[in-house]
């Protein structure tokens, strides 16, 4: 269920707490006195937090039979106790669902034109991009590697180790600039569910080198870079603002 203004969620979300991460796709969650096994849908890590004692947003599975009856779609860095309070979402599935839905009312206009037909999850090359808007190929990725947002002293924090899985972020930003062969434009669009000030790139890859010459290779063959920042209640998803960023 949508509007023009927003995307409003078929159900209002849930508010819960974070007692534990168990494995990359559990999270152990409390609702309301009890403690249920939840989907996390980012297998990642999600900044440099423990996923512990951490208020959350959650939606209810419609499958009856799954054993996860619960999905997380959101945290907060504030206190249990504080109202109200700050989300961050967490569930990348569900970023190209509130990105569509902004690009089909318009409210993208300053980065893609209205009035363009926009078609999901189109194959280019060897990879599957998540959108082509009219003769624009437009990649949508959610960065939740490091959080730009100041954390209370009663988060605690882990040691980060480098990330090392960037061949699928080196292969769909090289068919978005090839495409620039047949089309107009390629966008790469970084995709925040909290208002993040300004992408960068903090958290260090095993083969940094190699991915800062890709993107810098594309950009010269003309690949737009942007940014959109989405707030998530338990309601809706707003659009704050968005604005390319020029990487140089």
Request: net charge neutral; proline share 4%.
């Amino acid at each position: 269920m949508n509007d023009n203004n927003a995307y409003v969620f078929e159900e209002p979300l849930i508010e819960g707490l974070i007692l534990k991460r168990r494995n990359r796709f559990v999270l152990e969650v409390q609702i309301e006195g009890s403690t249920y096994d939840s989907h996390c849908p980012t297998t990642g890590r999600i900044g440099d937090i423990v996923l512990s004692n951490i208020p959350c947003l959650l939606s209810r599975s419609k499958d009856k039979a799954r054993k996860t009856p619960f999905t997380v779609e959101a945290i907060s860095l504030d206190l249990p106790s504080e109202e109200p309070k700050h989300w961050i979402g967490i569930n990348q599935n569900a970023a190209n669902r509130y990105v569509e839905h902004f690009l089909k009312n318009g409210s993208l206009s300053m980065m893609v034109e209205n009035n363009n037909e926009v078609l999901r999850e189109q194959k280019l090359g060897v990879s599957k991009l998540d959108f082509l808007v009219g003769d624009t190929y437009l990649e949508v990725k959610t960065p939740l590697l490091h959080l730009q947002v100041e954390y209370g002293s009663h988060i605690k924090t882990q040691k980060m180790s480098p990330f090392n899985s960037t061949d699928r972020f080196v292969k769909h930003i090289n068919e978005l600039a090839n495409s620039l062969e047949k089309n107009q434009r390629a966008i790469l669009l970084n995709c925040f569910i909290y208002d993040n000030p300004g992408f960068r790139v903090s958290v260090k890859s095993t083969n940094d080198n190699l991915v800062k010459t890709q993107v810098e290779k594309s950009i010269q063959k003309g690949v737009e870079i942007w940014q959109v920042n989405f707030r998530i209640t338990q309601t809706k998803v707003e659009l704050i603002r968005y604005f390319p960023i020029n990487i140089s």
